[in-house]
């Protein structure tokens, strides 16, 4: 599916300490455009960031799918992004 949707959040994480929820959309990978993309190719790029890894996401809502996928592409090239590292 697209945008890739995050399925879970495991407490104690810097995902979860930086705010990042189930449900939030992911935009982009360390600035590259992601919501075309699988989620066998969202995991690739995720793997092959070494040192730092920014995710920007559009913040989960209680809306339907369509609707999420429809801000999501709207969020890209918005404000409405949030910005989530790991270091």
Known sequence: DRPCIISAVHPGTIAYESGLTEGDLVIAINNRKCTDLDHQQVVLLISRCKHKLVLKVAKARKMSKMAAVNRAQKAYSGND????SKK
């Open 81 to 84: 992004m949030k910005y989530r």
